[in-house]
Structures are given as structure tokens and as C-alpha cells.
């Protein structure tokens, strides 16, 4: 395992109406009160941000937005900027998600845009990279994650990085039971944190934390967990249930 603190994140994708979203929050803010250790986060839907919100007030789980609109305000219908998730109380924002980059048109360059605009709000990005099943099997993996990750970040520096949290969720592993092993995880985040370092320097890639994001389950999160270079989860199914997720939270135990 690594020295750096744990992050285990909840990717509710389109699941939950505000009032189903409040009363699993609530839930999960009961079971993980007693973890120190690992930091939380949970990203509902838009419409339940606000709520879910105040359901989190002084509990110990980050709530996160999972996309924004780089621009600050505007006549762009359907958008939504970082002021206003920080101002629904939002901590964390995930970026580039690969259904968004397979459904919603999202490319490298909109995904630098969006990062820049979350760090310039003082939004954690959580930046979401990753590659197909065609292109693992075709070898590609390094160089796709490699081209994502410098455009992703391109143009900004190691000062701008703070809090920056990276997931690395193969696309072939999203939703279809099928984890990489912890040994393609170990490789894959490997690769990703020395390409940072080659970017950003020694002390940035030490401090980054690279979540594993694929069919994360109770029963695969501690093998993936004592990896040296898997930081935490990005958990899309596993966290929809408040009970099945909290054993996420304590992996350890
Ligand atoms: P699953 O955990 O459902 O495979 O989803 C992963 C994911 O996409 C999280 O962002």
C-alpha cells in the first residue's frame, strides 16, 4: 500500500432522485463516521448535489460534481460551471469520464478546459483516463494513456496541480464485472505516475493519488488496494449501495 492517504469515491453516474440520493448519504455519513484513514467522496446527479449537501454538513465524506462547463457563466443551455458546484457545495469534480468521452463527445482538449476551470474555482479534478478493450488488445494502452494525459494537463504546471487526483479506469473494466488484474493495475499506474513525473517532477508524482476506477467490489478492493501504486477506487455500481460501499471505505479492516 502507499504512504499517500487513500481516496475511495462514489461515481453515482444518472442514478437517484434528490430524495433517494439524501437518504443513501445519509446512510453511508452513519457507516463511515469512524474512518480516519481513508478520505470519501461521493458525485450524485446535478439535481441532488444541493441536497446531498446538507446531508453531508461536518460529516467526513467529500461530495463531488461528475462533469462542468468550462466557461464561468453564459448563454450555453444545459451547462453548469464550477462556481456553481463549488456554491452547491461541491469539494471534487470528475472530468473526462470515458462515457463522456464515448456518449457526450468529450475530447483531451475539452477535458483540459475543464480541468483548468476546476482548479481555478478551487474544485478538485478528478481526471478520468483510460483506454478500450481494442486498443489494450492492439498494445496501445501506454501510448493512449501518454497522449490523454499531455493533452489532458497540457499547459499547466506543477503549481497549478494541487489536489489533483488521477483514475485510471480501463473502459474494458467499466460496469462489466471485469477488473484488471492488480498487476495491470500496478503497471498501468506505474507508467502513469512516472509519465507525470517526466511532466511535473518528483514531488508531484510522489503526492498524486491514482484511483483504480473498473467493477471495484468488496470482494477485489483490498488485492487491488496493496498495490504500491493504487491509490484508491473510482467506484461507479459498488456505490450506489451505502452498505456494499462502506466496505469499500474499509478495505483494510
Ligand atoms: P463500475 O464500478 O460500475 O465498473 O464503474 C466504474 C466507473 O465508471 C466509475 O467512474
Redesign the pocket.
Given at each position: 500500500m502507499s504512504s499517500r492517504t487513500p481516496l475511495i469515491?462514489?461515481?453515482w453516474?444518472m442514478h437517484k432522485t434528490g430524495s433517494q440520493a439524501v437518504e443513501a448519504a445519509n446512510q453511508l455519513r452513519i457507516l463511515v463516521e469512524a474512518t480516519r484513514a481513508v478520505e470519501v467522496m461521493i458525485?450524485p446527479t446535478y439535481t441532488a448535489l444541493y441536497q446531498v449537501a446538507q446531508t453531508l454538513k461536518g460529516s467526513n465524506i467529500a461530495l463531488g460534481a461528475q462533469d462542468l462547463y468550462w466557461e464561468k457563466q453564459g448563454a450555453f443551455t444545459g451547462e453548469i460551471s464550477s462556481e456553481m458546484l463549488a456554491d452547491a457545495g461541491c469539494s471534487h469534480v470528475?472530468i473526462g469520464?470515458?462515457?463522456r468521452r464515448q456518449f457526450f463527445g468529450e475530447t483531451d482538449e475539452t477535458v483540459n478546459r475543464k480541468i483548468r476551470a476546476a482548479l481555478a474555482d478551487n474544485l478538485i479534478p478528478v481526471f478520468?483516463i483510460g483506454e478500450s478493450e481494442t486498443q489494450r488488445e492492439a498494445g496501445e494502452t501506454f501510448s493512449v494513456l501518454d497522449k490523454q494525459v499531455r493533452d489532458g494537463l497540457k499547459d499547466l504546471g506543477f503549481g497549478d496541480l494541487t489536489g489533483l487526483v488521477v483514475?485510471y479506469?480501463p473502459v474494458w473494466?467499466?460496469?462489466?464485472?471485469k477488473?484488471a488484474t492488480r498487476e495491470q493495475a500496478q503497471e498501468t499506474h506505474r507508467f502513469i505516475r512516472s509519465l507525470l513525473e517526466t511532466l511535473f517532477g518528483k514531488p508531484f508524482a510522489g503526492v498524486v493519488r491514482i484511483l483504480y476506477?473498473?467493477?471495484?467490489?468488496p470482494d477485489n478492493v483490498r488485492a487491488l488496494m496493496e498495490m504500491p501504486d493504487v491509490d484508491g477506487?473510482?467506484?461507479?455500481?459498488?456505490?450506489l449501495d451505502p452498505e456494499t460501499f462502506s466496505k469499500l471505505v474499509f478495505f483494510n479492516d
Amino acid at each position: 500500500m502507499s504512504s499517500r492517504t487513500p481516496l475511495i469515491a462514489g461515481n453515482w453516474k444518472m442514478h437517484k432522485t434528490g430524495s433517494q440520493a439524501v437518504e443513501a448519504a445519509n446512510q453511508l455519513r452513519i457507516l463511515v463516521e469512524a474512518t480516519r484513514a481513508v478520505e470519501v467522496m461521493i458525485a450524485p446527479t446535478y439535481t441532488a448535489l444541493y441536497q446531498v449537501a446538507q446531508t453531508l454538513k461536518g460529516s467526513n465524506i467529500a461530495l463531488g460534481a461528475q462533469d462542468l462547463y468550462w466557461e464561468k457563466q453564459g448563454a450555453f443551455t444545459g451547462e453548469i460551471s464550477s462556481e456553481m458546484l463549488a456554491d452547491a457545495g461541491c469539494s471534487h469534480v470528475i472530468i473526462g469520464h470515458s462515457e463522456r468521452r464515448q456518449f457526450f463527445g468529450e475530447t483531451d482538449e475539452t477535458v483540459n478546459r475543464k480541468i483548468r476551470a476546476a482548479l481555478a474555482d478551487n474544485l478538485i479534478p478528478v481526471f478520468c483516463i483510460g483506454e478500450s478493450e481494442t486498443q489494450r488488445e492492439a498494445g496501445e494502452t501506454f501510448s493512449v494513456l501518454d497522449k490523454q494525459v499531455r493533452d489532458g494537463l497540457k499547459d499547466l504546471g506543477f503549481g497549478d496541480l494541487t489536489g489533483l487526483v488521477v483514475a485510471y479506469e480501463p473502459v474494458w473494466a467499466i460496469g462489466t464485472g471485469k477488473t484488471a488484474t492488480r498487476e495491470q493495475a500496478q503497471e498501468t499506474h506505474r507508467f502513469i505516475r512516472s509519465l507525470l513525473e517526466t511532466l511535473f517532477g518528483k514531488p508531484f508524482a510522489g503526492v498524486v493519488r491514482i484511483l483504480y476506477g473498473g467493477s471495484v467490489k468488496p470482494d477485489n478492493v483490498r488485492a487491488l488496494m496493496e498495490m504500491p501504486d493504487v491509490d484508491g477506487a473510482l467506484v461507479g455500481g459498488a456505490s450506489l449501495d451505502p452498505e456494499t460501499f462502506s466496505k469499500l471505505v474499509f478495505f483494510n479492516d
